[in-house]
């Protein structure tokens, strides 16, 4: 399966982590991920206002490189490119006023009519491969761990573009968990914002969400948080030790991208996870918690 | 808070801006207060949610523009998601917001920042946050 890969800008520097450790589960699941030769920053977050059509010139430009390439399906990992491609791409297709304006305006382009498909990596896990067979694919089952599935926002709002059927009931991170052979963890703010941009102007305020969904997922048992957004995981990770002191009796609790934990139960080397960039506590957890490759 | 309404004070125009810019229709508003209990960030402003979506009904461009809100939103869709009048209040908190940096005004100040934070931050978010707060 050959599949046009969009990075993102974080992916390629902060993000390190969540790119290796997909790429490396990819080459182990038989999908040939292939980087676009030419991209640029989608910008991050989608355009809502109506008169402001110059905000959408970058993600349909992604989207018309994925079209040169000759592709149907453009796979991201971090969730805010997807959603901004995704909302883009449903911009091109619905909207035929708005979609004359941007191609006439980027008259040296083709024409683009949202034929693309933008997938983000846990779609493709689920629609292209199955549960079942990635199941089977497992060589170091994580069973017995307790992990939160963290959807935060743009995976799952709006409605349109959702990665899961029911967005306010999600479970694609839960079947995703379970075929690694992990608990997932039911709890409230599995779905609540971290947040986001805030963490730049209003600091405190970001760190009383992050710990509002770090709190919630102890609660109810989580050993580790699982993401699949750089910023979330910068909030939620990276930022722990600020977060901590916005929640009653908050303990440090480890966070990887779902990336990580899916290279790892696939049996992909620790040095090929980034663990270096995660918190030094998702390391420690790492290390006792997931046993070693069991050698057949 | 005590709002004097004066008719002297009501922009007719202010509303009719918000809804071009938005595409949405503030009057639908009744006032349930979902969008204000779904907001996480409505628990340190005095204008939350429900009571910005009233002063654009009353057209108080003023009082609309002044309240931090639309300043700490992080856009997370919440209050879209659950408003049972099918408003998307996330579009228009970006009115609300375009309409502040249309008079070219910032609302973040990265000098105030550690320089050890913006060695680590990933790039989404000065992306996002510049994309959100900057003229």
Redesign the interface.
Known sequence: MKIAYYP???LK???KNLEDAALAALRVLGIAAVELPRWN?C???Y??????LI?QVAPVRDLIRVKEQGAETVMTL?S??YNTLARANRLMREDEEKRHTLNTFMDEEPDYHGEVEVHHLLTLLRDRIGWKTLAAKVRRPLTGLKVAPYYG?TLV???PVSIDPR??QPTILDDFLRALGAEPVDYPAR???C????????PD??H??SA?VLASAERHGAELVITS???C??NLG?CQNQVLPHGEGLRPLPTLYFSQLLALALGVGNEELGLELSPASSLKLVAERISPIHQA | MTLFIDDRRIDCDFKEKIR????QNVALCMQCGTCTASC??S??TEVVPRKLMQLIQLGLREEVLEAPLA??C?????C??RCPRGI?I??VM??VR?LGLRENVD??N?SA?PAEQLR??????????F???TA
């Open positions: 993102g800008c974080t520097t902060r993000a920053c910008g991050a977050v355009s809502l206002t109506d008169d402001d905000h971090c805010m490119c926002c709002r709006p409605r967005p306010d779905i609540e914002c947040g986001a941009y805030n963490i730049l102007s209003e305020a970001a009383r969400a509002n957004c750089p910023l995981e910068y990276t | 071009e810019l938005s595409g996480p960030m628990a340190d300043w700490v992080a856009s997370c869709h919440t879209m998601a998307d996330t579009r970006e009115a375009q609302h973040v990265l920042l680590d931050l990933p790039q989404i978010a000065f992306v996002s946050c994309r959100k707060l």
